[in-house]
């Protein structure tokens, strides 16, 4: 059993990881600003406190160690230089949840595309940078500073049951209602990951002995022809594209596509299996549609 402390892990896969972290017996708490309810009862410890806040953060985890510490809610140098100070002494190894926009656009990106370690650092916090600077700075940070092994863990873009984002539903709601859908990146192709199977490999990396990013996604790389292609099947409509121009809002997954990352490293390395991409999606839309969402 080991000691785990998680910032954030209310909503989407943070709440899978928890519930993996559950099943395999570990001591469970997590930190949070305590504005989200969680329905981890007894299971799990609870801290509250506003991460931003560095002296609020020392001291709520004053007299505190742990064996692994998990983020799910770090988007900045600013995040990572805090985490830096306030964890040193308190953890060996901490997980934090990446993304694949830290790299340029491209297919079958290795983890070797994206070299933290000769990233200038600007410090700053999430809202004075786009998103995949924000994690690039967050790496840079990490992993230049940091006392303790890190693993940032380089998701795609995440789907599932519980996506607030809509993303996925987007589509599924334009096809459904004969609305248009364009983009000029039908065939450009992208990786998916479900919140499931995101939350389970977070969790199997607890005793991992690893100190570098990890790339991580569903097998499988798919473009945008087929995921329209899979929701006309299930709901047995044609969808409306306009091939000619890119309007995000109604294709939210345009700036997403273009980019693929190679998994073969976690997978040799760690001999973890992750599950079809087609077939999760397949199995996603039918969950909608049997909501009638």
């Keep these: 059993m080991s000691k785990i402390l998680v910032f954030g892990g209310t909503r989407f896969f943070g709440k899978e990881l928890i519930k993996e972290l559950i099943i395999n017996g570990h001591d469970i708490t997590i930190l949070t600003r305590g504005n989200a309810k969680d329905n981890f009862g007894d299971d799990i410890k609870r801290i509250q406190a506003n991460k931003r806040n560095e002296k609020a953060l020392i001291k ?3 007299g505190k160690e742990y064996d692994v510490v998990y983020d799910t809610i770090c988007y900045s140098s600013k995040d990572a230089d805090r985490m830096c100070r306030v964890l040193n002494g308190k953890t060996k190894k901490y997980i934090v949840v990446s993304s694949v926009s830290v790299y340029d656009k491209g297919y079958n990106l290795k983890e070797t595309d994206f070299n933290p370690n000769k990233y200038n650092i600007i410090i700053g916090e999430k809202e ?41 539903l987007t589509y599924v709601d334009r096809i459904k209602n004969r609305q248009v859908i ?50 006309e099947k299930e709901y047995h409509i044609e969808g409306i594209i306009n091939e000619n121009e890119n309007n995000n809002e109604s294709s939210p997954y345009n700036d997403y596509l273009g980019l693929t990352i190679d998994i073969m490293n976690i997978m040799e390395l760690g001999a973890y299996r992750f599950k079809d991409i087609k077939d999760e999606l397949c199995e996603i839309v039918k969950y909608y549609k049997n909501l009638n969402i």
């Design 60 to 62: 709520a985890l004053e």
């Design 128 to 168: 004075e940078f786009s998103y995949g600077e924000g994690k690039r700075l967050m790496e840079a940070t990490l992993y230049k500073n940091a006392k303790f092994k890190v693993i940032a863990v380089r998701f795609p873009v995440v789907i599932g049951k519980d996506d607030y984002t809509k993303r996925l």
């Design 182 to 231: 364009s983009s000029t990146k039908l065939d450009e192709k992208m990786n998916l990951i479900t919140q499931s199977e995101a939350g389970i490999f977070l969790a199997w990396l607890l005793n991992k002995d690893i100190n570098a990013p990890v790339n991580a996604s569903c097998i499988g790389e798919i473009s945008l022809r087929d995921i329209v292609k899979i929701i």
